[in-house]
């Protein structure tokens, strides 16, 4: 017998879990293998992460040669060649412009990175005033104080009540469904929101914001897409008030949609991107900050015994996460992911959007391999026609993933339009069964 009590279950309603458990015992491909013998299509990708499907045998292999050679090497003032080669691999893979990576373990940990490093570009620079750091509603960039205090889901923050950083300001976020409710692609309305920007510089001044930070596309507020010319509008009012742009990549890097970093998608350059899940396929946690010369530059002064940025983990560069990134990476060349998405892309709109008439669905959204379906809430109790949906598709042998009563997708970058038919049937039934 499983106990279950011990583990407190995270972003989990444990009671429920625990009184009617999914356990998960091995994955395939597309597909999850239950503890009780059931097989679960996984339209979620893991959780946005494992886009490559599960078990992957290229990286599987990386990790197994790579834990029985070089288990851990300390991380500080020592490193190994796998961190050096797949920094290189990932500046390789993301846009011009971007010359260093940080690694870290997480996304949350990248965002904190990602927040530190402004703020100290800013001092080295002998700009130390600026301390101000602006996120967007419903963004959501970790769990750490930094990215919970930028970030903007409210039930994140409810509960550490004024605990969050202090030197925070937050843009409005983008979806309002009288304007933008079942757009395809970019919304054509609410670029304006964009200049909400201006008024924050206005109230603050531009002396003591040190950097903006976004989703391209938000992803765990349930797929937020930027409206047209939304984020060029962003980045034109960083660089005009000498405010850096932070692109929180953490989803839409590695293909998700469609380029290999999301950025490329859109055009739009910042200047640090933060990402994880992806780098590594989901297999090894791994986190990453990627800069320009210019900003590591500003870094390099002082006496060269000295340590540059005070800042780093023991498992920054872990060369176990590190093997599975340079496979990963490979992978994403090797099989022409991105083509794949482009292929792909098309089909997963149509068959998102065909749930339009579907009972309580209030807005449908999509970008690349990013998907929602958003249902209304039950009166009085905003959640639980969405995790009724979630426990309901799992029975049925899928897994979907759900914040209150918005469900999403992340199907596998090499997905069958096939599964998406299969999928979006299921999702249909069950919406067709609940209340
Ligand atoms: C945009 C974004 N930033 C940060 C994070 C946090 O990443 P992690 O859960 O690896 O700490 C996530 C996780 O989904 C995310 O979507």
């Not at 597909?31 to 290229?58: A, E, N």
Request: hydrophobic share 40%.
């Amino acid at each position: 017998m499983l106990n279950l009590e011990p583990y407190w279950l995270p972003y989990t309603a444990n009671r429920a879990f625990k009184s009617d458990p999914r356990i998960i015992e091995s994955a395939q491909g597309f597909y999850y293998k239950t503890r009780d013998g059931r097989t679960v299509l996984d339209s979620f990708s893991g959780l946005w992460s494992t886009g490559l499907g599960h078990c992957h045998p290229r990286i599987v292999k990386a990790v197994q040669d790579q834990v029985a050679r070089l288990d851990y090497a300390a991380a500080f003032q020592v490193s190994h060649t796998g961190a050096f080669e797949l920094a290189e691999k990932v500046i390789n893979f993301a846009p011009d412009g971007f010359d260093h990576v940080f690694f870290t373990n997480s996304g949350s940990e990248a965002v904190d990175t990602a927040l530190k490093i402004a703020l100290g570009w800013h001092r080295v620079r002998g700009e130390g005033t600026r301390i101000k750091l602006i996120g967007r509603e419903r963004g959501y960039h970790g769990v750490n104080f930094g990215g919970m205090s930028v970030g903007g889901i409210p039930g994140n923050r409810k509960m550490f009540g004024n605990a969050m950083l202090p030197n925070v300001d937050h843009l409005p976020h983008t979806l309002d469904l009288e304007h933008n409710a079942f757009s395809k692609g970019q919304p054509g309305w609410g670029l304006h929101l964009a200049d909400e920007l201006e008024r924050i510089v206005a109230l603050h001044n531009a002396e003591n914001i040190a950097a903006v930070i976004v989703e391209p596309v938000a992803g765990s507020a349930g797929v937020l897409v930027p409206p047209l010319g939304y984020l060029e509008r962003l980045r034109e009012i960083c660089t005009r008030h000498g405010i850096l742009l932070i692109f929180d990549e953490v989803i839409t890097a590695f293909h998700r949609i469609g380029t290999p970093f999301g950025c490329q998608r859109f055009g739009v350059m910042p200047d640090i991107i933060t990402t994880a899940k992806g780098i590594t396929n989901g297999v090894i946690p791994m986190g990453a900050v990627l800069v320009s010369d210019a900003i590591y530059q500003s870094f390099m002064s002082g006496p060269e015994h000295a340590i540059e940025f005070f800042h780093g983990y023991t498992y920054s560069g872990h060369p176990v996460a590190a093997a599975a990134g340079l496979a990963a990476l490979d992978s994403y060349v090797e099989e022409d992911i991105g083509s794949r998405v482009a292929e792909l892309e098309p089909f997963f709109e149509g068959a998102l959007h065909a749930l339009r008439d579907a009972p309580h669905v209030i807005d449908i959204r999509n970008f690349g391999l990013m998907g929602a379906i958003e249902m209304a809430p039950r009166p009085g109790a905003p959640g639980a026609r969405g995790m009724e949906a979630h426990v309901k598709c799992f029975e049925q042998g899928l897994m979907v993933r759900h914040s209150t009563d918005t469900l999403a997708f992340s199907p596998f970058l090499t997905f069958t339009a096939d599964l998406l038919g299969q999928t979006f049937d299921t999702v249909r039934r069950v919406l067709d069964a609940i209340d």
